[in-house]
């Protein structure tokens, strides 16, 4: 299975099951495309009538070299491990890492949150460090011969409970000696309580932060105003201090994590705002919502973003040649090891090896699935007791999902999100469609980028 498509003046192919990207020339692009079925003798005459200055041995010799690649596993290469995914839902897995709902509460009140302005579906309420002690203790026992785990604090907003975070870091850490294990923390926040008492802990303790904000003020004050005072915008609050944090963490190990909507189309902007702040690490991700609300992203939306990312994309070329680059979290890939086996087959882990904690100690799947009952796994006094949920997660990957089996992208998405799907379709095992149109162009941009910078090198 191949992949052609060109962009920037870039002809690329990708060879889906080995992950090898092969940027060609005209003849050679045109040539790949006839390759499987059409004779060489019908392929030499197609060639010869499209490019005049192109001869039969030319075209003979690309041929040679494109059944070399196939030979060598680089090109029309074979799904060898389709066939045991139904083994794969038999695998032991461990728990390695935890989303801790420190606080059901917020002092925003964006408008597109999934949480309900930290609600949940439920009530308002913070995590007491008894429950958030016994999560810890429960990821280390669910988590065998693990070494390292991850523990993000989130919410709602996780500092309107900072003294118990503070206090799970401090456990957590007596907690490595004793049973041989390394927590990596996280925080995501929406800032407006940063000083820099909370930013010098964050420093020393969390391996990575993420800074909520959509982007310009406009943009951001619509979608994000402060849930205390009607109206007002949070934008002004939170740049200064999203840009000591950038700053004092060397424009590492952090990054500004923003939504658009069907109401800023034009995002590349947000994320390029984003950029002449000076933020290096940038995520600017498309809202996941219900077609009822008014800031959707709908069907007719998705030629006017592709294009955007298809701008971005050359935007992002043209600023690395200026030395004033910075990393777009969705054009992030990985192309130097090929599609990893156990990611393509796993997925995220969501329901497996990551779960969701909420403030008073039950285990979701993940933090989108919080409040949706039928989900719920267990708690952290008696650990999962729901073992049939957990076993439809083990199964939920790209080989049990129709749409996924001809899809290019497949492997970078492992299947895509399992919350989305079932938010759409009711069903884990479906997918997100528009958010399967976003991610296929997402890799499309991503590719064309490392070729361009391989020309640089």
């Known amino acids: 299975m191949i992949h052609q498509y060109k962009s920037n003046g870039y002809n690329i192919v990708l060879d889906v099951n080995s992950g090898?990207?092969?940027?060609?020339?005209?003849?050679?692009?045109?040539i790949i495309g006839l390759y499987e079925n059409n004779s060489k003798e019908d392929i030499v005459t197609t060639i010869l009538k499209k490019y005049s200055s192109t001869t039969e041995a030319e075209i003979l010799e690309a041929i040679g070299e494109i059944?070399?690649?196939?030979?060598?596993?680089?090109?029309?290469?074979?799904?060898?491990?389709?066939?045991?995914?139904?083994d794969f839902k038999n695998r032991s897995t461990v728990v390695k890492a935890l989303c801790l709902h420190i606080a059901h509460d917020c002092n925003f009140a964006c408008k597109y949150c999934f949480a309900e302005e930290g609600e949940y579906k439920g009530d308002r309420s913070l995590m007491s460090y008894e429950v958030g002690k016994k999560a810890l203790d429960f990821l280390i026992k669910s988590s065998g011969n693990r070494h390292n785990l991850e523990v993000d604090f989130f919410g709602g907003e996780p500092l309107m409970n900072f003294q118990v975070v503070k206090d799970l870091v401090k456990y957590g850490r007596e907690q490595e000696q004793i049973h041989n294990k390394k927590f990596r923390f996280t925080l995501t926040t929406n800032g407006l309580l940063l000083n820099d008492d909370i930013i010098e802990f964050a420093n020393k303790e969390m391996s990575n932060i993420v800074l909520s904000i959509d982007g310009r003020k406009e943009i951001n004050d619509q979608m994000r105003p402060l849930s205390n005072k009607k109206g007002t915008g949070s934008y002004d609050y939170i740049v200064p201090k999203f840009v000591k944090v950038a700053e004092s963490r060397n424009q590492t190990n952090y990054y500004v994590r923003g939504t658009f909507t069907h109401h800023n189309l034009d995002f590349s902007e947000d994320v390029l705002h984003l950029a002449d702040l000076g933020f290096k690490q940038i995520s600017v991700e498309p809202v996941v919502s219900l077609p009822e609300e008014e800031y959707s992203i709908t069907e007719e939306d998705i030629p006017v973003i592709c294009a955007e990312y298809d701008k971005l994309a050359k935007k992002m070329i043209e600023r690395k040649k200026e030395g004033k680059d910075f990393n777009f979290f969705h054009f992030m890939i990985d192309l130097s090891g090929g599609p990893c086996v156990y990611k393509r087959m796993s997925g995220c882990g969501s329901g497996t090896e990551y779960l969701a904690v909420t403030p008073w100690g039950d285990l979701y799947p993940c933090h989108q699935f919080v409040g949706s009952t039928e989900y719920l796994l267990g708690n952290v006094d008696d650990g999962i007791v729901n073992s049939n949920v957990q076993e439809q997660f083990k199964c939920c990957n790209l080989y049990t999902k129709d749409k996924c089996k001809s899809c290019f992208a497949k492997f970078y998405c492992s299947g895509g999100c399992a919350a989305n799907s079932y938010k759409f379709h009711g069903d884990i095992n479906d997918t997100y469609d528009i958010g399967c149109e976003l991610q296929r162009k997402r890799v499309e941009c991503a590719i064309m980028i490392k070729a361009a910078q391989a020309e640089m090198e």
């Open 20 to 30: 090898m990207i092969h940027v060609v020339d005209d003849v050679v692009y045109d």
């Open 67 to 86: 059944e070399g690649l196939k030979n060598d596993g680089a090109l029309f290469t074979e799904d060898i491990y389709e066939n045991h995914a139904g």
